[in-house]
């Protein structure tokens, strides 16, 4: 596309965006957007309105248009129907305005994020015929009677506050939009979408990516401190509950040992308390700024990821860029990701044991750490630059429009 094939000019819908990129996928979709402008392409995004933010400005040359009810950012996506439904009419206003507003829509596509923005960007598409991409994070009805068992029984937790009603059905709402393609992030989400009935020729995986620029290689880890970091929102399915028994464990051995939790969400509270009864030395810092983001990763000597659910896991990502290992549960997507022993080890999800074994053995071999480290860094540059992402996203918007 920019390569002597013309300007396009892509139309992003995403429920979150600038500034509130604490997630995988509005995280993408900010990347994308960055990158598609740095390209040469004319790109806006419409989103959801978010206390604090303007409701429309100029980010990085992408133009933002901000709809619906105003919003507060909890860490996770609304699950009211009055803000979904709020965001679902808004978004589909601005994007019949903004595309009725040109007087060719020529190159022009329509990129939409799950769940509801996919239902007005499909509507927007459908209306001026415009090519549209879906993405697909995770599939929620695939991983459901295993992961949800699973948890309740592991966890001795109740089921988590939102509907699995109203997300089944929104997920097979978006499943029968028929697009021009939907863009799986992982082989594991492709797969997922088959078994829904997705035909395999309406897909295209793309994994994510993150920008080199935002990622400086991180120093080697100091000597002498056992420090390790997770970052991601704090929602039930991250798991960090078992993690935080391993750190129990972990500190009869180690018992400097202190764990670093970056990021926000409604579990916070819950795992606070949770600390505090283990007596484990556990930082919650919150969502923190890229460069303290950063410095605490550089601290570390390894980060841990113990997901029980993703689509793919863009925190592992910024482990690589950081030259750290990563211990991640042993479930896909994050099995694909992260082969065992080369950039990190690949842990049972509930097995607390299992989980302050590792941490114990890289603690004991900070070498090996750091190798695997390297490993990482390597995987990472070839695999999931955002130059790298970019491209193979390009080429599928080229695919459509030609």
């Known amino acids: 596309m920019s390569r002597g094939r013309g300007k396009t000019r892509v ?16 995280y993408l979709i900010y990347m994308l957007a960055r990158e598609m402008v740095r390209r040469g392409h004319e790109v806006h995004v419409i989103t959801q309105r978010v206390h604090g933010a303007p409701s429309s400005e100029g980010v990085d040359g992408i133009s933002v248009h901000r709809v619906g009810l105003k919003m507060p950012y909890g860490g996770a996506l609304p699950s009211g129907l009055l803000s979904n439904l709020s965001f679902f009419v808004s978004s589909l206003i601005a994007g019949v305005r903004l595309m009725a507003g040109y007087r060719t829509l020529g190159r022009t596509l329509v990129h939409s994020n799950t769940y509801v923005p996919s239902l007005s960007g499909a509507a927007c598409a459908r209306i001026f015929r415009s090519p549209h991409v879906i993405t697909f994070h995770d599939v929620y ?40 393609v939907f863009h799986a992030v ?20 793309v994994p994510n990516g993150i920008d080199e620029l935002d990622y400086p290689a991180a120093p080697p880890p100091p000597p002498g401190r ?3 970091v997770f970052v991601g929102r704090l929602v039930f399915y991250k798991n960090l509950e078992t993690i935080l028994a391993a750190m129990a464990k972990l500190s009869h051995e180690v018992p400097e040992v202190r764990l670093y939790v970056v990021g926000d969400g409604p579990h916070r509270r819950a795992l606070e308390g949770l600390a505090a009864s283990l007596h484990v030395n556990v930082i919650f810092a919150g969502w923190v700024r890229q460069e303290d983001k950063l410095r605490l990763i550089s601290r570390s000597l390894f980060m841990v990821f113990p997901s029980l659910m993703e689509g793919f896991g863009i ?3 910024e482990g690589f860029a950081s030259a ?5 549960s042993d479930v896909r997507p994050m099995s694909d990701i992260i082969t065992d022993g080369r950039e990190g ?3 049972s999800p509930f097995d607390a044991g299992a989980w302050a074994a590792k941490m114990a053995s890289l603690f004991r071999d900070p070498l090996k750490a750091a190798e695997m480290g390297r490993d990482a860094y390597t995987t990472y540059r070839s695999t999931y630059t955002m130059g790298a992402v970019a491209n193979r996203m390009e080429a599928l918007y080229e695919s459509m429009l030609t």
């Open 315 to 317: 925190s592992m990502i």
């Open 186 to 205: 992982s082989e594991s989400t492709r797969d997922d979408l088959i078994g829904c009935g997705v035909e395999p020729r309406c897909l295209a995986v």
């Open 226 to 228: 056992p420090e390790v």
């Open 11 to 26: 139309i992003y819908f995403t429920q979150f965006f600038y500034p509130l990129t604490y997630g995988g996928g509005e």
């Open 324 to 328: 750290r290992s990563v211990l991640a």
């Open 345 to 347: 080890f690949l842990v």
């Open 141 to 180: 009805r695939r991983s459901s009677a295993a992961f949800w068992e699973a948890w309740k029984r592991e966890s001795g937790s109740r089921f988590p506050s939102f509907s699995a009603v109203v997300a089944r059905f929104l997920e097979a709402t978006v499943l029968n939009l028929k697009p021009s």
